[in-house]
């Protein structure tokens, strides 16, 4: 089996290594540029990580990028660093099919308010990776441009809904990638191709131009090779300061959660992440149970929710034209028209009132620690079957860890951990507005995962 995660020129880089880079010589925007469309044309046939390649327009932007860093205007970490965008968020001029034939021939006029700060830090967008269809899977097997593969195993799932952001980040492709997380959809594939990926406290990040799922649930999300570069793109998109400084780590106060089914975990997961909890507690930082007794209510909430909201989106294409939807997305659809006003108003209340309290759930620890995904990639296309820890069915398993937190609407992210086999992510999460917090534990954990 070829191994695609060497494939691309950033395998193996961080994005504050290509931004040195840049600076100091070894390479330029149009020459970088020029490594990452050659990497992403070897790499679509067996990964399909793209819907379209703007190659026209990322030449165009990196020779912009050179010409004003060569004259000394510097925009930042990203200005002339090659990135990709999720195909549900808005671009000006450039195709953007939201997975689905519906959208087939669909050129938006204007670009995404996540897009535009991108553009005004310089980033060069190479092209739209593929997403599951309208973002609403967690599995990215699921579109009208074909399924998103693994890089670790182009026979497996990327995980969704981001699929192709993730895999063109874990196959160095592009240093940086936005994906969207609605009940783990930047989360999840960060976890299954072993990149660093960040959802952002609900609210945080503008989403205008980047087309809904659930509105209450969706936000927009950054995806690098590792926790500096989701920090340095989140200071991009949120104009925060740029860096992240790991917590100490004899006072970090980590939470792990105990609830409804936290318990069923894949052998490797289990191991990959009790192996950190036991470095994590050598090295002083204070460990404790943290136990969420209403998780399955948290998940119940979710279903509703993102249920009734993904069904008022598409309610009219529905009827109109159903036969352009891919069969698994229609008929999750149609089944998600059944929730009733009654139960949708009742789960929003609760979301509001648990949301204002959600703090509160931080007490005595910083962050809670869990496994991103209970399980490893699972095979494309697979619906039922072993996937371990007794899970049955990857979409079960791949949004039980992920939905409670979104529903809360804290910021969680996945940090890759070593796993022999196929990649494991540990899931972060902080209280509201505590990103900052989130990236400074993920760098410890990274300094520990990377320690001796």
């Known amino acids: 089996m070829v191994d695609y995660v060497t494939l691309g020129p950033f395998a193996g880089l961080t994005l504050a290594d290509v931004a040195r880079m840049l600076r100091d010589g070894a390479t330029d925007a149009v020459d970088l540029v020029g490594r990452a469309l050659e990497a992403t044309a070897q790499a679509q046939p067996a990964l399909n990580a793209f819907v379209t390649v703007d190659e026209r327009g990322a030449r ?8 004003e860093l060569a004259r000394g205007l510097d925009r930042g970490p990203l200005h002339g660093v090659p990135v990709a965008v999720k195909d549900i968020i808005d671009t000006a001029g450039l195709l953007t099919t939201m997975g689905s034939r519906h959208f087939a021939g669909h050129v938006p006029d204007r670009d995404a308010d996540v897009v535009t700060r991108l553009r005004e830090a310089g980033a060069v967008i190479v092209g739209k990776t593929t997403t599951h269809e309208f973002a609403y899977g967690p599995t990215g097997d699921r ?3 074909g399924p998103g593969a693994n890089p670790h195993d182009p026979s497996r799932m990327a995980g969704g809904s981001s699929a192709g952001s993730a895999a063109a980040v874990a196959a160095g ?3 940086f990638a936005l994906g969207t997380d609605t009940g783990g959809s930047v989360r999840i594939p960060a976890a299954l191709c072993g990149v660093a990926g960040l959802r952002p406290t609900s609210g945080a990040l503008p989403m205008a131009g980047v087309f809904p799922l659930s509105r209450s649930l969706d936000t927009v999300g950054p995806i690098a090779n590792d926790v500096g570069g989701v920090a340095l793109g989140w200071a991009v998109l949120s ?3 740029a860096g992240v400084t790991p917590s100490p780590l004899a006072e970090l106060r980590v939470g792990l959660p105990v609830g409804d089914r936290l318990d069923q975990v894949d052998d490797t997961v289990g191991s990959a992440l009790e192996r950190l909890v036991s470095r994590l507690a050598a090295g002083g930082a204070t460990i404790r149970q943290v136990a969420v007794p209403d998780v399955a209510e948290l998940r119940e909430i979710y279903r509703l929710v993102q249920s009734a909201e993904a069904y008022g989106v598409h309610r009219d294409r529905l009827a109109a034209a159903p036969e352009l939807f891919g069969a698994e997305v229609r ?4 089944t998600a028209g059944q929730v009733t006003a009654p139960e949708y108003a009742a789960a929003m209340a609760r979301l509001t009132e648990l949301r204002e309290t959600a703090a509160g759930r931080f007490d005595g ?3 809670l620690l869990l496994p991103a995904a209970p399980v490893l990639a699972p095979p494309l296309d697979a619906r039922d079957g072993d996937f371990g820890g007794g899970w049955t069915s990857p979409r079960d398993a791949l949004l039980a860890f992920n939905t409670p937190w979104s529903v809360l609407g804290l910021p969680a992210m996945s940090v890759p951990l070593p796993a022999k086999t ?5 899931q972060l999460v902080g209280p509201p507005a505590a990103e900052a917090a989130v990236l400074a534990a993920a760098a410890v954990v990274a300094g520990v995962v990377e320690g001796p």
């Open 422 to 426: 196929l990649p494991v992510g540990a």
């Open 365 to 367: 620890v910083d962050v």
């Open 239 to 241: 104009g925060t300061a």
């Open 331 to 334: 008929d999750r659809l149609r």
């Open 60 to 67: 165009a932007a990196a020779e912009r990028a050179r010409d």
């Open 173 to 175: 492709l592009v240093p």
């Open 143 to 145: 579109s009208a441009n």
